[in-house]
């Protein structure tokens, strides 16, 4: 079925010196409410926040792109071995497709160590650059994360139960051959806690609605989109919907996008509080280790399962 562009995800901004953005007022529960319906109804929404400059924006894009301008075999060296972490690209299912990980990516050290490997020549502009971006996306991710525990009247549960390290991806997807609309990225299901996408004014990200329809987002050029992942969706025992989405190309402009990935740290069990666990929400999923179910996506077993299955398959009751 093809996207259907009159349609559009909520937009909610946050305007980071407001009044509403003050925990336990009548304007933050506000902004709770619509976060919540957002998550629950479309699995994501888009995000006008004041914090992130378009300067810091415009020099974090710069240096991405000059990121994947290096040799391939410079590239192969972002080796990691936990899945979605290292490069990953040269797949003949999706030869526009590249993206490099850059763990921990708020950390100095990690992103000098990283720099050291890939890019010895460049200067500390990388480092500072993106561990400003990764520190102001993950500030933006602990907003949302406060406001899902008030959401559902949990107070501090949700820090205690589910602790996340950054992951920042950055991502390539090559214009398709003239004239043709093809696939940058196949339709799936975040295996992230949560993620948040900001793209450099390229629009190619579409998203499915529950009714089956596939939506071509166009976020205007200083926001981002937050997306519900297949952990998430397990914690709030269902309520949340972990959207399915993909990446659609055309036109001659290769696109260019980064997102901050909440993995959750090994070890996690990813169960429902039991506030969210009642007679009209009975529990669906088993409590799972985080990293077993990532290798398991992952596996020869897992991939030959639909992307929005795997949770059902590995964890379900």
Known sequence: MGSDSHLQIPVIEFVLDSPDMTRGTEGWHHLCKRVQDACENYGCFEMVCDKISSQLRADTFSIIKRLFHLPLETKLKNVNPKPF???????????????????DASNYDSLKAFMEIMWPTCDNQFCQTMQSMAKQLQELYNTIEKMIVDAYGLGEKLDSIVECKTLLRVMKYTAPPAGEYMKGIAP????????ILCEDQISGLEIET?????VKLFPSPGSFIYIVGDPLMAWSNGRMHPVKHRVMMSGNKDRYSMGIFEAPVEGTIIKAPKELVDEQHPEILKAFDYMDFINFSNSEKGMVIDSEKQVYVFAGI
């Open 85 to 103: 972490h290292g490069y990953l690209g040269q797949y003949p299912q999706s030869p526009l497709y590249e993206s490099i990980g850059l763990d």
């Open 188 to 195: 799936h299901t975040d295996k992230f806690f949560s993620t």
């Open 210 to 214: 529950k009714d089956g329809h596939w």
